[in-house]
């Protein structure tokens, strides 16, 4: 007779129905179950709080099932072995991304950023170190199957020429040593006009992350340009302009990212109507929502106009606004919790051994939010192509530290955001190191209900 454990990743709970639901952040999608309510009492009695199961041939079948869903797994397997080894296979894969800063210049002074006004002063790429950037893609192409390219600032779309250049030298390269090409931008949207957004599209950019903070009220008085003034109205006839087009740019994919503040959640009925209108019905489109963060390193006595710490909300203010019983289907769509239950899926680039962010000036970095940290900048790309790194310093983005006790025996720790950012997973700052999910298996077991009905499910069935 074979034995088994229980796995320690695993979340139940019952459904509208009075159906059980299993599932295992460690295996993922794949593994949801259901046992139906007439079987209920009988699994809950076999499976229920054991520490050992033992399989007789009554059971086989039943344990096969939850074996295969990673639900239970032999007696002598390590699973923290287990979660390592996938959390590796993640770091050190050869997947190869550059993020690249054409400049560091931004036309916006939001309210809540995190870079101070020396960064955002820093000017944009030249040509030569283009040409430098296209040379190192040159030398390692062959290398990889698969390069993505994400556009990063600063405001990208202010160094609009030297996208174009290096985008399509690096299709150029990619073509000829059948690499698969993949891009993205993270823009303001404020330049993204037809004539600008057309020609990045036929550039390959198809994904974008665009910032509406809210309806055009909320938005102008966090997302302003240098001068003070709004900015809504221009992104919006931006979106607009996407959205209304939608034969002609079918690959493309919008990521609206809301920075809630105290200032959206006193409007947010307005916000959801605005979005539901005008863009819900695209698939092209989604609504994410995110707490805006106060970072230590936005301090900048020459940029006097930051939000007070009154106006951000703490972690759990945020979770109780979005998991709101009246909101929770408008503010968290389904692919956001997909995200929630894919393992890994929350790992930062930053964690990964062949993921870089390059500057203007060349500088290599892991983080592109922590440029006050010196460890942050890992090396430089010569006038060669040659990325220069120093490897002590760059191991410490994807060697990671030992967690607290706390979070391995957590069910969640396979998806959590806070294992996948070396920043907080290396700190000794118990700030970083503390769990900030209040209620967390209330929260998952919402989004394991709304799961169950979007994605095929594994039926448990009693034997008789």
Known sequence: MKKYKVSKYNLSCVDSEGNLLLYNFLSGPTSISIVKNKDRMRFEEIFTEKKIIVSDKKREKICQQLYQAGIILDIEEDEDALYDAKFYDTTLSKSWELIIMPTQQCNFRCKYCYEDTEFMSKGEMSEASETSILKYVQKNAIYHSKLRVSWFGGEPLLALNSIKRLSEGIIKICAAKKVIYESEMTTNGYNLTPEVFDMLYKNKIYIYQITLDGTRKEHDCQ????????????????????????????????????????????NIEAFIQLYQSNFASDRRFILRFTEASKYDNNEDEKYSSRLDDSEYLDRNEFLNFIYNEKYIKKLVPIENVLDMFTPTRYICYAASKNKFVIDPKLNVYKCTVHFDLKENNVGYINSKGDMVLDDKINRMWYVRKAFPKECRECFYLPCCNKTGCPIKY????????????????????????????????????MEN
């Open 223 to 266: 997302r302003i340009k240098m001068d003070g003034s709004g900015t809504f109205d221009k992104i919006f006839e931006n979106l607009l302009y996407i959205k209304n087009n939608k034969d002609k740019y079918k690959m493309a994919r919008i990521t609206i990212r809301t920075n809630v503040t105290q200032n959206i959640v006193s």
């Open 426 to 461: 290396n700190s000794r700052d118990e700030h970083y190191r503390k769990c900030h999910m209040k209620d967390l298996k209330e929260i998952m077991s919402i989004n394991l209900r709304r799961l169950a009905k979007y994605i095929p499910c594994n039926i448990i069935e």
